[in-house]
């Protein structure tokens, strides 16, 4: 028997029983636990292997809900949320004393979102306690975007993934917190950084490179694939330095025929940006379950969500 079922009450009374259970969320799958239950969240820190410096995501059911986790909402954080929740937007903000400090690996700063997920939001609203859920993957992989991808992680440590088809956007929240008053990016995501400057105007993005305790999951190598991963501008030609190689090719729009390989992705033929987004991670679990010699990645152009999916290349093929 497989642990991936459509029952919203087996999710409820799972989690009401301090166990795990890996939604959907529009970004990617998660691994929730109730976030006043000690037990659930030393859980989620064994299940994936995380060190417990790195914080976690508390999701909540609506903006409402927002003034029970946090102390204080600046403006320009109460016009995202207006914005863009129910959505792939994580504010950081002061917390309230009542949030444990296991969620916020002891920083008096908590980060907080409202999904857009019909299944998860129905899910939250039968229960009497918010979700902490990091993303689904053991710590280092690939986040899961479907619930094969997660079955296939935690068959054997956690007891159900609830059913919500593939994830629409496909990577993860964009995070946003402040500082001094001002707002700044720890996390480029699901929301083009044009998306926020349309709201709020200028902003800030945490310099990657730089150590930075504020942001502490940002601090690790992310979202690589097994196999070795490298990023090209122009494939035809990089496809030369590899000659001898199983290769694997990943590309944002155009498919590459006169050369003979067969293990090749495109995210888009339409180089529509947010259909390659929605694709990048299902790509990068299918190419390095062929345990190719390496995987051959296109950068996306610079901007809107190509900003964001560059970010995550860049991990998997850790060069930042
Ligand atoms: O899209 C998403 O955000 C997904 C879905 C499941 O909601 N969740 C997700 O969680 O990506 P996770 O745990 O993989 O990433 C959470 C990030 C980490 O980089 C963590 O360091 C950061 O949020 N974070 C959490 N609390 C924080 C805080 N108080 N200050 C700064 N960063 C924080
Ligand atoms: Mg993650």
């Known amino acids: 028997m497989g642990i991936i079922s459509k029952d919203i009450k087996k999710a409820v009374a799972l989690l009401q029983n301090e166990e795990l259970v890996a939604i959907p969320t529009e970004t990617v799958y998660g691994l929730a636990g109730n976030i006043y239950s000690e037990k659930a969240i030393k859980a989620i820190f064994n299940t994936k292997q995380r060190p417990f410096f790195n914080p976690l995501i508390v999701h909540i059911q609506s903006p409402e809900y927002l003034a029970t986790i946090v102390s204080h909402i600046p403006k320009k954080a109460q016009q995202l949320a207006n914005a863009f929740w129910p959505g792939p937007l994580t504010l950081v903000l002061p917390k309230k004393d009542t949030i444990p400090d296991v969620i916020t690996a002891g920083k008096n700063t908590v980060a907080v979102r409202v999904p857009n997920h019909p299944v998860t939001l129905e899910l939250l609203k ?17 986040s899961p975007t479907t619930a094969l991808h997660v079955e296939n992680y935690f068959r054997n440590t956690i007891q159900m993934v609830l059913e919500g088809g593939a994830c629409k956007n496909g990577i993860e929240s964009t995070i946003i917190g402040f500082e001094n008053n001002d707002p700044i990016i720890y996390r480029l995501g699901s929301i083009s950084v044009e998306d926020i400057k349309a709201v709020i105007g200028e902003i800030a993005i945490k310099n990657k490179k730089e150590i930075n305790p504020d942001a502490p999951g940002m601090l690790e190598k992310h979202y690589a694939p097994s196999t070795l991963t490298v990023l090209s501008s122009n494939i035809v030609k990089d496809l030369e330095k590899y000659r001898n190689k199983r290769i694997g090719v990943l590309s944002f729009k155009n498919r590459i ?13 339409t180089g529509d940006m947010a259909e390659a987004t929605s694709k990048l991670y299902n790509a990068l679990h299918q190419l390095d379950t062929l345990h190719l010699d390496i995987i051959i990645a296109e950068i996306f152009p610079d901007y809107g969500l190509g900003t964001s999916v560059n970010d995550r290349l860049q991990r998997a093929a850790h060069t930042i």
């Open 126 to 142: 039968q229960l009497p306690f918010p979700l902490a859920a990091p993303s689904a993957n053991p710590f280092n992989r690939i």
């Open 257 to 269: 025929d006169n050369i003979a390989i067969k293990h090749q992705i495109v995210l888009s033929e």
